[in-house]
């Protein structure tokens, strides 16, 4: 074997062997000695890191014997060839029971009981790798939160904008625009909207529209009755003033309650809600509508992430379609027609 790099005798430096032990003894590190590979000394904190009781059950034992395999090659080349320097190295390493566990270790050559040694000072890094992975686990999960409320934020004034702008775009393609200064009024909604927008956050990623859906071959739900479920007063304006234009009669309700008592005094073709509405979530009144007619077609809005994860699982079949916000008119049209077709035609797909 050759000679260590560097090496202090500590049986020569200090008064005596056993002023050496009490001070090892009182460190809350791991101190461990090898020689030739094999542990020789370990201190109480080293008993308590490695689940021994005694020194003895830790001497004797091979060096690579408490390395776990992660971090065996990496060992193995530093037995054979310690660093000539003093370094802070991450390892995996081994318990007597065989728990592996993470850690922090040092070390530095030295004469032990007159023969060359090595002396290792090991840290538990266990919990400060899990304060870590916690902390990236909360930082991940602040930031997902943070996204959801800032798109959340932003789904109402960016879905009446794209209800109205669509609206508008679809009223001039039909040549139907309607008098008494209509368009202005969209215009000035869009402009009021997107300031709103621009208050809260500069950009956001929007989901393009179906390019596939054709304006052109738009079905007409007219003469269909239609409740509208929505608590953003401008948003619902401008979702009902194109279903209106379309020929269908629109009722507003801006709670689950006033939906319910609509409804029942005033059944509707069909049902469009947001998942979240006053006065009870989007679930109850589904659940209310459903015992009621349990063929009821229901259009959800969701602005929320995973929206059709978020449904209740006995609502998801083809009556019932989880739409996100801000909604394409055109596919909101499509869908109600699909919904109003006899029972002989074709069923629709759902988005």
């Not at 959340?152 to 609206?167: D, Y």
């Amino acid at each position: 074997m050759s000679a260590p790099p560097a090496s202090d005798d500590i049986a020569s430096t200090v008064p005596s062997e056993d002023n050496i032990r009490l001070l090892l003894d009182l460190l809350p590190d791991a101190v461990i000695v090898t020689t030739q590979a094999e542990v020789v000394f370990a201190n109480p904190a080293a008993q308590r890191l490695f689940g021994a009781e005694t020194g003895q059950e830790v001497q004797g034992h091979h060096a690579l014997d408490l390395v776990d395999d992660r971090s065996l090659a990496l060992a193995m080349m530093r037995l054979a060839d310690p660093p000539a320097t003093e370094q802070v190295f991450p390892y995996h390493l081994r318990r007597l029971n065989g728990d592996h566990f993470e850690a922090e270790l040092t070390g530095r050559n030295i004469v032990f009981r007159d023969r060359p040694s090595r002396l290792l000072v090991i840290r538990d890094a266990s919990e400060q790798s899990r304060a870590r992975d916690q902390s990236r686990r909360d930082a991940r999960q602040a930031l997902k939160e943070q996204i959801a409320r800032v798109r959340h934020k932003l789904s109402q004034p960016l879905n009446v904008i794209r209800l109205a702008a669509e609206g508008a775009l679809l009223m001039i393609e039909r040549d139907r625009i309607p008098a008494d200064g209509w368009p202005e009024s969209q215009f000035a909604l869009i402009a009021e909207q997107s300031e709103r927008t621009a208050q809260i956050l500069d950009t956001l990623r929007i989901d393009e529209p179906d390019p596939s859906a054709s304006s052109a071959a738009l079905p007409q739900p007219a003469g269909s009755h239609i409740l509208v479920v929505e608590n953003d007063p401008a948003a619902a304006a401008a979702l009902s003033s194109y279903l209106s234009a379309q020929g269908c009669r629109v009722s507003l309700a801006d709670s689950g309650r006033d939906a319910w008592d609509r409804f029942r005094n005033d059944p509707a073709d069909v049902v469009i809600t947001d998942l979240l509405v006053q006065t009870g979530d989007g679930e109850d009144l589904i659940t209310v509508l459903r015992d009621f007619d349990p063929l009821l077609p229901i259009i959800v809005t969701t602005a929320r992430p995973g929206g059709a994860d978020r449904l209740d699982a006995r609502f998801r079949d083809e009556r019932c379609v989880v739409v996100k916000k801000p909604p394409p008119l055109s596919e909101i049209t499509r869908l109600i027609a699909a919904f109003l077709l006899p029972p002989s035609e074709e069923p629709f797909t759902s988005c």
